[in-house]
DNA sequence: ACAATCTTTATTGTATACAATTCATGCCCG
DNA sequence: CGGGCATGAATTGTATACAATAAAGATTGT
């Protein structure tokens, strides 16, 4: 997107994933352009790309909210992107060139230094996490599933900002990568396939269990 | 929607689907704001929305056309369709009441009467189809679920204007609906994934044959 | 004739004004 | 008091004018 769209996006985006804004709150259009210093015009175009990834939601009478979802829309959320994002690393896995695999090693050997950092940099583990994620995905090589991801990976990072990894939980995501660059380094679909499952349910599991305490 | 971005998005959307645009065809704003009849406001709307369900694409200078999906594109649209709907089928197995298995029933039984008419007509059929296939997701009950699905199900029609439906193919889509609507009853999630993922990759491979000369 | 650059044209992006809806408030009548 | 209804305010939807950008075409120098 051009300039205004784009920077209307990122800042209302990082509005509602810093939690500077609470979940279920009204978004007027015009909030919106005062907080992203754009008209509402380019305010709309961001508002829909963030509609389509669930970030806000439109209520029956077309106005706007930071999206709320129940302990079981997230459950749900997980598992789909489970499936997705399993799919996504057995196609890799029959399509991984070796710069990409090269590159996974890299970014995982960032997220290992990230970890190892006294406190563990839990910033720099999220973006190296990510970025290993996003290359996955490339390396699938489906547009469609490209498309349909956004909508599943934010979300959960809303409810997430006082949320506490414990040292084994971060171990434990480089483990599973190194797996999976093993699994990928074998042209393995299956096993690529059972490792991110186990991964993101894993992930999945102690989000619960860190993030229930919230809800008192 | 209201009513000029939802009658642009209807009107463009048909345009395409009814076979009036050619895939790959550049689409500009102006050209579709004359379609629809409305101003080019209401027509970007429309055009976010059909981008999301990925019958436009936009070019890396912003430029619009018709999609035009490789072969092999195709084929991951039907692989993550029959994931996703395998799995909306699993969870309506468990979360489906008696009126909307009656709803399903009656659905079934106009799909039939549309397959039993000389010729069949296919019109009729799809439309009870759709209609079916919505009440299902309905069931789940995973507003994710529903947001991602759109962007899977139009896409075949596409290039199907010409594709013809042999009487056995249709007589075993109201078997497979027969199945499930079993697998509902007994609430047995396993076998209503199972009947849908065969379901959908079957009308996959029969769309696949007849489809395949077009590219000659 | 060819290539590089400039100019022109086509197309998309943004802002603003106004129209249409929806929501909230208070009033009247029961 | 209380429910329905009118009035006003807030919010979203649409059109239009203009700005910014990208594509296409013309021009010039070699």
Request: hydrophobic share 40%; aromatic share 6%.
């Amino acid at each position: 997107m051009s300039r205004a769209s784009e920077t209307a996006y990122q800042k209302i985006r990082s509005f509602i994933l810093q939690g500077e804004a609470v979940p279920g709150m009204q978004l007027t259009e015009e909030k919106l352009s005062e907080i992203s210093g754009v008209s509402r015009t380019p305010v709309r175009d961001a508002v829909r790309r963030l509609e389509n990834e669930m970030l806000v939601v439109r209520s029956a009478s077309k106005r706007l909210s930071v999206a709320d979802w129940s302990e079981g829309e997230v459950d749900e959320m997980f598992t789909l992107r489970a499936m997705l994002e399993a799919h996504a690393a057995a196609r890799a896995a029959q399509r991984i060139d070796g710069d990409a695999l090269n590159a996974l090693r890299g970014i995982n050997d960032e997220l290992k230094q990230a970890i190892n950092q006294s406190p563990p940099n839990i910033t720099s583990f999220l973006e190296a996490n990510r970025r290993f994620h996003d290359l996955i995905l490339e390396c699938a090589r489906s547009p469609r599933l490209s498309k349909l991801m956004p909508a599943l990976v934010e979300q959960p990072v809303v409810r997430r900002t006082a949320h506490q990894y414990s040292k084994t939980q971060l171990d434990q995501s480089a483990v599973d990568h190194d797996e999976l660059i093993a699994a990928f380094a074998a042209k393995d679909a299956d096993w690529a396939r059972s490792v991110m499952t186990s991964h993101i349910r894993r992930a999945f599991h102690s989000f619960s269990i860190t993030a229930a305490p919230e809800r008192s």
